[in-house]
């Protein structure tokens, strides 16, 4: 009864914009600033933005590499993400395999072959044709062993792509491959790659 009544509210209108005048509001001294450093920071040219952008482009590129090198499953590929391509890079890198002592023999099977005498060149050849009978044998062992692994191990999981993923990574140098290996060679796997 003797209480205050509100007024109702005043709708502001708009007022319309002066004939001559920018149509915007003045911008505040923060949102000023703000822009003058933006664009002090944009390229001035076309030659500028491609050397920041390649800049950016290295340092990401250096991230990711540390990414792969320290086993952190972020920054990998992916083909090289999930338990099943853990496993496969475990079963891989705890094996010596053949195929790192080819460079070794194929400098040693090349060196033979120059040295003009006969006897050497045909030794060159067999230590080349052994290299590569070596190899091909390795990558099949390498192919039924660990399908049977993994068939052991995930028998839930699809493994397609997963024989051509064990040969490729075989086939690099240890100290090349990429994400780098977890496990020494002949080092036992641990029973449960869900956890890991």
């Known amino acids: 009864m003797f209480k205050r009544t509100k007024s109702p509210a005043v709708e502001e209108t708009a007022t319309p ?39 950016f482009r290295a340092e990401e590129s250096r991230k990711i590499r540390q990414g ?6 972020r920054y990998f ?9 853990r496993f496969i890079r475990d079963y891989v890198d705890r ?21 003009g005498n006969s006897a050497l060149v045909q030794a060159s ?20 062993r660990i399908r049977r692994e993994l068939r052991t191990r995930f028998p839930d999981e699809s493994l397609k792509g997963t024989t ?7 086939m ?11 496990v020494k060679i002949g080092q036992a796997l641990p029973e449960d790659y869900d956890r890991n």
């Open 17 to 55: 914009a002066k004939p001559g005048g920018k149509g915007r509001p003045t911008p505040t001294r923060k949102e000023a600033e703000a822009a003058a450093k933006a664009r002090a920071r944009a390229p001035r040219d076309k030659r500028e933005a491609s050397r920041k952008q390649r800049e």
């Open 68 to 73: 792969m090198k320290s086993g952190d499953e």
């Open 77 to 85: 590929l992916p083909r090289d993400k999930g338990r099943v391509r």
């Open 95 to 115: 094996r010596f395999s053949i195929v790192e002592m080819v460079i070794p023999l194929m400098i040693v099977g090349l060196l033979l072959g120059y040295t």
């Open 125 to 144: 050849s067999l230590v080349l044709l052994a290299t590569v009978l070596f190899v091909v044998t390795d990558m099949f062992v390498l192919r039924f």
């Open 164 to 170: 051509y993923y064990a040969l490729t990574r075989s």
């Open 172 to 182: 690099q140098m240890k100290f090349m491959r990429l994400p780098k290996a977890r």
